[in-house]
């Protein structure tokens, strides 16, 4: 099998402890938890009542239109 190199041009991620690589690390350093209450709808028929949401997510910082953010 031959072996292919790969080039790693660039660090980024978006998840619930931060949307740019510094904040998730400080974070996750911090020991930051990405899970809470949900508020964004009645979760009363639900079992669970927590969820680890994106926070401050603008699609549009990253090139996106309305329609492909969609």
Do not use: H, Q
């Amino acid at each position: 099998m031959e072996l292919k190199r790969v080039v790693v041009t660039g660090l980024g991620t978006i998840n619930p402890l931060g949307n740019n690589v510094s904040e998730y690390f400080a974070n996750l350093l911090a020991g930051v938890s990405g899970a809470e209450l949900i508020t964004s709808f009645d979760t009363t028929l639900f079992k669970t009542k927590f969820a680890c949401l994106v926070k401050n997510y603008d699609p549009s910082a990253f090139g996106l239109d309305r329609k492909e953010a969609r």
